[in-house]
């Protein structure tokens, strides 16, 4: 089945140590999000690629960086996670991103403790 | 940005009708309305979209006045599955880039 892939399922860093969450697809869609969702709150978009154009959301910190080397593959980077960045992690794919193609699929997330 | 107001919270019971509303009194001529189901621990799934009147699918139904200000999402004969959060997103990409928020979402609770 074609679906949207979140390794790892658990992550756990300390504070100030980076990392690197993947997401991979086999939906062969152009656009790929990261959302961030802290408990009891709505998904937060943070960026997303379209094909290979980066588009970073005005509020998201400097702290997330994301990659996209192929179509199938994106990465999401933090570089130095202090305890305010523990949340689940969210990777979603879309064909396109206006109305009609815009149709998000979301992978099963990745929950970061920060310790 | 069009700006999205949902109840917090509804219960009901198996085998009703629910209706969730959703307001978003500034939404723009270009914006679509999309629904999206959360389960805990997993990410979103879409429901339906819609830009006027009403728009069904196999799960559900939207209703969307002519002023737009509003949406309504119907769940006929919810079961003890479909509790979860329902969020509602009002927006599209536009010239100036991605208009896309989650609402702040509808715990849904069905009771037996």
């Known amino acids: 089945d074609a679906m949207v892939i979140q390794n790892p399922r658990y992550q756990v860093t300390q504070f100030g140590k980076p990392v690197t969450l993947s997401c991979s697809q086999t939906?062969?869609?152009?656009?790929m999000y990261w959302y961030q969702q802290k408990s009891s709150q709505a998904p937060k978009l943070l960026f997303h690629?379209?094909?290979?154009?980066?588009?970073n959301e005005a509020d998201t910190p400097d702290n997330f960086q994301s990659r996209r080397p192929n179509t199938s593959f994106c990465f999401l980077d933090i570089r130095s996670p202090g305890l305010g960045d523990a949340a689940m992690y969210l990777c979603a794919t879309s064909r396109g991103r206006t109305s009609g193609y815009n149709e998000q699929f979301f992978g099963p997330g990745t929950r970061l403790t920060v310790l | 940005l069009a700006k999205t107001t949902q109840p917090i919270s509804m219960d009901s019971y198996e085998g009703q009708e629910v209706n969730i509303t959703c307001s978003h009194n500034n939404i723009a001529t270009n914006d679509y309305i999309t629904w999206y189901q959360q389960f805990p621990s997993q990410g979103p799934r879409f429901i339906i979209q819609g830009y006027k009147t009403k728009v069904t699918n196999e799960v559900a139904s939207l209703f969307i006045p002519a002023d737009r200000k509003s949406s309504t999402l119907s769940l006929p004969r919810v079961s003890l599955s479909d509790t979860a959060v329902y969020y509602c997103?009002?927006?599209?990409?536009?010239?100036?880039?991605?208009?896309?928020?989650f609402g702040a979402g509808t715990r849904l609770f069905v009771k037996a």
């Open positions: 939906l062969n869609h152009n656009v």
């Open positions: 997103l009002v927006g599209d990409f536009h010239t100036g880039g991605f208009k896309t928020i």
């Open positions: 690629y379209y094909d290979k154009d980066f588009n």
